[in-house]
């Protein structure tokens, strides 16, 4: 059985009856309650169902400074991976309308997009180890008791409060997608992989965008692979202010925003008119309305994250966390709900398999996407030193870009493995259309401990972009020209 509480639906219970009830029988209401309705949260609790347990959920998405609010589900199906797809896929259509042309096709030019939306929806803390306090906007309070409490809260994207007239004019990813009417000229803050994707499908439907990043992009990456990713996405169209920050954003009478940044390369002041202000500058947990502390559940200082081992088990041993909020995770919605999913069995099904971490495919759908499973050059250079590792790459070409006459010169492929004589593949990176269905295929393989002799021995599927991952034998250290010519 499970109960999912919603802004508008009926609560169950009552806070005296609860205390009175539990008092009574010794015993909690539920096996399992999970605080947190997004994607980690939803699977552990559907899986303690499969388990026959009595499971409750308690989900409330407090409203964006904007206002933006939505129901079940989390970030990814709301304002993140999901509309995220489906706005990279209208950019894509974009660029495949200008290609028709050069297949025979009779496209009327110029060819514009139409801006379109829709809308979907109670808070939880603890008042003791098993007990947590949810309550609707409204104020009214219900008290929940259980045997097992997971959290699953998530994280939303941060302000920066510094900046003056950010929290007023600016909005995150939390608001594009539920924008009525087209964002215009966007200003992107941030270089992360939310920025960078946000601002390559903008691009895409035809919008004026700039991205404004500090530092480095894609932080975490592979270094090599992010420059050819803002070297593309210049290509295509999207502005850059590089080694920029942002110090005041103030709204004209024209109601359009002028910002103005500090350029640390040359040291000065610049400014800038635009209709929308979007901050990409990190998520921060959602940890904060838990009352944690009271329980005895532990964080980390810092990041505000909850700190977990092995088996998502925080300090206090019957309470856990799955998903972004936990300390040194990948920020992934599958990994949520794969180790939402191990954690209810074991909890439920005598399961003593762990979640693991290590080798987690992942995409950066900009505009040329791109796909990775395994360890950046930097990490295995760190790692295992230079000397021990080989790294084979290509530069390729798409067939598809070939009548179209689109430039390639960012389609590229890294291989990143250990020098000694088995070669196990560390690494693989992947620059280039369907970046993501690539690297799901290759993922299993670098999984199970795959080495290059191996992977020369598979055939590689003709014409395809994958193929040309079967075919890598140009290493880095030989210096010699690894641009593929023909098939």
């Known amino acids: ?212 990043m500090r530092s480095i992009p894609l932080r975490g990456f592979d270094q090599q692979m992010a420059s050819l990713v803002t070297d593309h996405m210049e290509s295509y169209g999207t502005k850059f202010l590089k080694r920029c920050f942002p110090t005041k954003v103030e709204k004209l009478e024209s109601n359009r925003l002028q910002v103005t940044w500090k350029n640390t390369d040359l040291g000065t002041e610049e400014t800038g008119l635009f209709d929308t202000v979007m901050w990409a500058v990190g998520r921060a947990p959602e940890t904060e309305t838990l009352n944690l502390e009271t329980v005895g559940v532990k964080t980390n200082s810092e990041t505000g994250k909850i700190i977990v081992d092995a088996s998502e088990a925080t300090s206090v041993p019957h309470i856990y966390a799955v998903g972004d909020i936990t300390e040194g995770r990948p920020e992934l919605t599958p990994t949520a709900i794969a180790a939402g999913k191990l954690l209810a069995q074991r909890l439920f099904g005598q399961s003593s398999e762990l979640m693991d971490y290590d080798n987690v495919p992942t995409t950066v759908f900009t505009p040329l996407e791109y796909g990775c499973v395994g360890l950046s050059e930097e990490a295995a250079v760190q790692c295992y030193g230079s000397d021990n590792i080989e790294v084979y790459h290509a530069y390729y070409k798409p067939l598809e870009f070939t009548v179209a006459e689109r430039q390639a010169t960012q389609c590229y492929i890294k291989m990143v493995c250990l020098r000694e004589s088995e070669q196990r593949i560390l690494g693989l990176h992947f620059i280039g259309p369907n970046a993501g269905e690539v690297i799901q295929g290759f993922a299993l393989g670098i999984k199970c401990g795959a080495t290059y002799p191996q992977l020369m021995k598979t055939i590689g599927i003709h014409p395809t972009c994958a193929e040309e991952i079967t075919k890598l034998h140009i290493t880095k250290r030989s210096g010699l020209d690894a641009t593929v010519t023909g098939c």
């Open 1 to 212: 059985m499970a109960a999912l509480w919603r802004r508008r639906e009926r609560l169950l219970g009552v806070s005296g009856l609860c205390r009175t009830l539990r008092a009574l029988s010794g015993k909690n209401e539920y096996d399992l309650l999970v605080i947190g309705g997004g994607s980690g949260g939803l699977a552990c609790a559907k899986e303690g169902l499969y388990f026959g347990k009595k499971v409750a959920i308690l989900d409330y998405v407090e409203p964006s400074p904007q206002g933006t609010k939505w129901g079940l589900g989390g970030t990814c199906v709301n304002v993140g991976c999901i509309p995220k797809k489906h706005m990279h896929q209208a950019a894509l259509l974009g660029s495949a309308l200008k290609d028709a042309q050069h297949y025979g096709w009779n496209i009327a030019q110029p060819a514009h997009h139409n801006w379109k939306v829709k809308y979907f929806n109670m808070k939880g803390s603890f008042s003791d180890p098993h007990t947590i306090r949810g309550l609707t906007k409204a104020g009214k309070e219900t008290v929940v008791t259980a045997d097992n409490i997971v959290i699953a809260t998530g994280g939303r994207p941060k302000y920066p409060t510094h900046v003056a007239g950010a929290l007023e004019y600016g909005i995150t990813s939390d608001d594009l997608f539920w924008l009525k009417e087209s964002p215009g000229k966007t200003l992107v803050v941030g270089a992360s992989y939310v920025s960078l994707e946000c601002a390559g499908f903008l691009t895409g439907i035809g919008l004026d965008t700039t991205v404004m």
